[in-house]
């Protein structure tokens, strides 16, 4: 009887600094010089309220499908766009196809092309492989890794493409790391505050990096959860 009272004390001991691990547990990116609270959305603000969809705009390493109608000699598929921004076109030479739409990229060879060799050229432009327009999503989610982004992507989505967050998850401690003009900056988010709809959900932009922390309370928790059973069984010697 006393040796199961001293295994059922040191349960309960766990038990009770668990708890207070839950209760003030802070992710990994808490001591992060992050914004955070209402201040992280002036470094990453939230989407559009309209739901407007941004038109894709072609970047370094994506590749293009290029069809001049009626003329498949300079009609190119598979095009890569150079690490400068440039494609090379036949006839034209290299041209500069990174932040440009698909259909300005078409009036600008169109024009191109008409300046010299074609009478009124109908050219239509295709993004065959996007490599530019991508987001990286890391730590605790179920599979974390590179996503292309299709259209207006915000955190909810880049977590919802990695398969969610998993069971140890620190969702009050959710980074998105941006590098604009040479500088890194970043801010954290609450994921349970932005799917209550208390805070808004933040618009991501390419190359952005979401960072879901750890809860170190939370794995603890958990790998109790799962000894348990086995600690049942050796309470009864």
């Known amino acids: 009887m006393t040796k199961n009272l001293i295994i059922l004390t040191r349960q309960l001991s766990g038990l009770a600094i668990l708890a207070g691990l839950l209760g003030g547990c802070a992710g990994t990116y808490h001591q992060a010089p992050l914004a955070q609270g209402k201040s992280a959305f002036a470094v990453i603000p939230a989407a559009a309220g309209d739901g407007s969809i941004?038109?894709?705009r072609i970047g370094p390493a994506d590749s293009?499908?290029?069809?001049v109608f009626q003329e498949p000699d300079i009609s190119v598929k598979g095009l890569?766009?150079?690490a400068a921004g440039n494609i090379s076109m036949p006839l034209i030479g290299r041209v500069k196809a990174a932040?440009?739409?698909s259909m300005e990229l078409a009036d600008m060879l169109a024009h191109r092309l008409g300046e010299r060799y074609y009478v009124d050229p109908q050219v239509t432009v295709s993004?065959?492989?996007?490599?530019s327009q991508r987001v990286t999503?890391?730590?605790?989610?179920?599979?974390?890794?590179i996503y292309a982004m299709r259209g207006t992507t915000t955190l909810l989505d880049a977590i919802a493409q990695a398969k969610g967050e998993t069971e140890n998850a620190s969702v009050r401690q959710v980074a998105v790391v941006r590098v604009q003009d040479g500088k890194r900056t970043g801010a954290v988010f609450d994921l349970n505050r932005i799917r209550r709809g208390e805070d808004k959900d933040p618009q991501l932009i390419p190359r952005?990096?979401?960072?879901?922390?750890?809860?170190t309370g939370k794995r603890m928790w958990h790998d109790l959860l799962r000894a348990?059973?086995?600690l049942n069984v050796f309470a009864q010697f």
Do not use: H, K, R
């Not at 999503?137 to 890794?145: A, H, I, M, R, Y």
């Not at 952005?208 to 809860?215: A, L, P, R, T």
């Open 54 to 56: 941004p038109e894709y």
């Open 64 to 67: 293009v499908d290029i069809n």
């Open 80 to 82: 890569q766009v150079d």
């Open 99 to 101: 932040g440009y739409t």
């Open 127 to 131: 993004v065959s492989g996007s490599v």
């Open 137 to 145: 999503v890391e730590g605790q989610v179920t599979e974390p890794g």
């Open 208 to 215: 952005d990096v979401v960072i879901v922390g750890n809860s």
């Open 228 to 230: 348990a059973p086995l």
